[in-house]
């Protein structure tokens, strides 16, 4: 026999099953969670020893060398690079049917380019705000671009935040 069902309970398909009547879209997750029933497994970075350790370090070194009030004052920046057909992860959205055919009906194709154009977004962050986004349509940026577009940016908004008084953390 083995032990008792836990999850996929007659109970819990009839929910299921009654929600998948009233939605269009079939988010998994979200009746998962919704429902309490999901097991899955969280990921997570695995750190090498190095690398903690380095992270220890430079964590001790912000202690060290600068008081609160002074991490205040930092403006932290990134930059991402982005798809514009967007991310789509076909396990989170699901259209169930009987047939291919009905799925296709319901949206189940959803059109994708074979080289989709990127753009990059640079943005910066502090304890008081979130400065200009800047966009590169082009996808990438070399340093030229970066101190022509960027650091203009994060200077002007790193003096209109502090005036003359803050650190720029660029990227780690």
């Given at each position: 026999m083995g032990r008792p069902r836990t999850v996929r309970t007659a109970a819990n398909i009839q929910k299921v099953k009654q929600r998948h009547d009233r939605l269009r879209i079939f988010p998994c997750r979200k009746i998962a969670r919704d429902s309490r029933i999901s097991r899955r497994k969280k990921k997570?970075?695995?750190?090498?020893?190095a690398q903690k350790a380095e992270?220890?370090?430079?964590?001790?070194?912000?202690?060290?060398?600068?008081?609160?009030?002074?991490?205040?004052?930092?403006?932290?920046?990134?930059?991402?690079?982005?798809?514009?057909?967007?991310?789509?992860?076909s396990q989170n959205e699901r259209i169930w049917a009987p047939s291919r055919a009905d799925a296709d009906v319901k949206g189940g194709i959803r059109l994708v380019q074979k080289f989709p154009k990127k753009v990059m977004v640079w943005l910066?962050?502090?304890?008081?705000?979130?400065?200009?986004?800047?966009?590169?349509?082009?996808?990438?940026?070399?340093?030229?671009?970066?101190?022509q577009e960027v650091l203009p940016v994060a200077l002007k908004f790193g003096n209109d935040m502090f005036s003359d008084n803050w650190t720029f953390q660029q990227d780690g």
């Open positions: 997570t970075a695995k750190n090498s020893e992270r220890l370090k430079f964590a001790n070194w912000i202690r060290t060398n600068f008081r609160k009030e002074d991490t205040l004052r930092f403006l932290f920046s990134d930059e991402k690079m982005f798809d514009i057909d967007g991310v789509h992860n910066g962050a502090c304890s008081k705000g979130v400065s200009p986004l800047v966009i590169f349509e082009n996808g990438t940026v070399d340093h030229e671009q970066y101190i």
